[in-house]
C-alpha cells in the first residue's frame, strides 16, 4: 500500500486522557495476550458497576435458548422502574465490544443503559460465545437467538417487539451490523434502527484508517488484525468471508435497518436506496453521517466528561429520539 499521511492529533481533552490510561492499556494485542487481558481489570471491573443506575432499573439475568442445536445463552434484561409513559417501551438491543475475543453482557452495557434512562426504553443485552474458542459462526449465530428471544418476548418484558433498535461498539457494532443483514435474509425481526459504535466492519485491514492507527490509541492495527483472527482463522483477509462475519463483504443491497455509524477500522457498510437516517452532529445537513474528529477507538468510554463525548452522547440520544418517535 502506498504511504498514508500520519492520523491526525486526538482532540486535547482526549490525548490528556489516553495519556493517563496508556500504561494499563496498551494499543496492541496478539493472540497469547487474550487470557491476561480478559482477567484484567478493564473487563472485570464491568462486574462491580451499579446496572440498576441508583434504581431506574430493575436488573435480571435470564437463560434463554440459544441456537439450534447449541448451548443456551444469557440475556441481561434492564428495565425501567419508573417510566414517565404508560405502554410498551422501544426496546435496545445491546451487543457488547471486545474485539471477538473478550467481554460479557455487562460490558459497555452503562452507556445503553444511559440512553435508556432518557428515552425510557428497555435494555437487553446478549452474551455471546467468543473467539478464538468460538469462531465464525458461533458469536453471530447467538445474537440472532437473543435478537430472536427478544422479539417473541418483547411484551412479556414491557417492550413493544415493533420497535427494537440493535446498538454496538466495536466487535459489538460489527456484529450489530451483521445482524441487520442475518435477520433480514432470514426474514426475522426486523429492528427498525442500528447504532454501530466504532464497528468492526472489515477483516481485510488494509484502509487508510487502519493503517493511520498502528500503534496508535487503545485499539490498534494489531489488535484488529489479532481480533479478525480469532475470529476467522486463515480465512481472515481471503475472498470467501461470510458478511455475516465482516459486515463490509456483503454486496451492496436494500432493506437493512437505518443506523448511525461512528468511524470505523474498515470500509461503509454495503447499502443502496433509501439513506440513513442521521441527524448532524453541529450544524451541516440533516441525513449526512455526524463526524467526530480526532478522537480514539472507544474515546467516549474512556473519557465521557470531554466535550467532544458529551456532543456524541447528545448526537446518540437525539438520533435516537427522533427515530423513535417516527416508529
Known sequence: ???????????????????????????????????????????????????TLDGAFA????????????????????????????GAL??????????MVLGDRRVGVSGALEYARELDAVVVSVEYRLAPEHPHPAPIEDVYAGLLWTAEHAKEIGGDPERIVIMGASAGGGLSAALALLTRDRGGPRPIGQLLLCPMLDD?????SAHQMAGVGIWDRTANETGWTALLGDRR???????????????????????LPGRRLGRNLPRRGRRLRVPPLAGGRSGRTPR??????????????AAVSQAARAAHVSWLRRLL???
Open 1 to 51: 500500500m502506498t504511504s498514508v499521511p500520519p492520523p491526525p492529533p486526538f482532540d486535547p481533552e482526549l490525548a490528556a486522557a489516553l495519556e493517563l490510561i496508556k500504561e494499563f492499556i496498551s494499543p496492541g494485542m496478539s493472540l497469547e495476550d487474550i487470557d491476561e487481558i480478559r482477567r484484567g481489570p478493564a473487563i472485570t471491573q464491568a462486574l462491580e458497576l451499579d446496572l
Open 59 to 86: 436488573v435480571e439475568d435470564r437463560e434463554v435458548a440459544g441456537p439450534v442445536g447449541e448451548p443456551a445463552i444469557t440475556l441481561l434484561i434492564c428495565r425501567p422502574t419508573a417510566p414517565s409513559t404508560a
Open 90 to 99: 422501544p426496546v435496545i438491543y445491546h451487543v457488547h465490544g471486545g474485539g
Open 204 to 208: 481485510r485491514n488494509d484502509t487508510p
Open 237 to 259: 483477509g481471503g475472498p470467501d468471508v461470510s458478511p455475516y462475519a465482516a459486515p463490509a463483504r456483503g454486496r451492496r443491497t436494500s432493506r437493512t435497518s437505518p443506523g
Open 292 to 305: 467526530l474528529a480526532r478522537g480514539f477507538h472507544g474515546f467516549d468510554g474512556f473519557a465521557p466528561q
Open 325 to 327: 418517535a417516527t416508529a
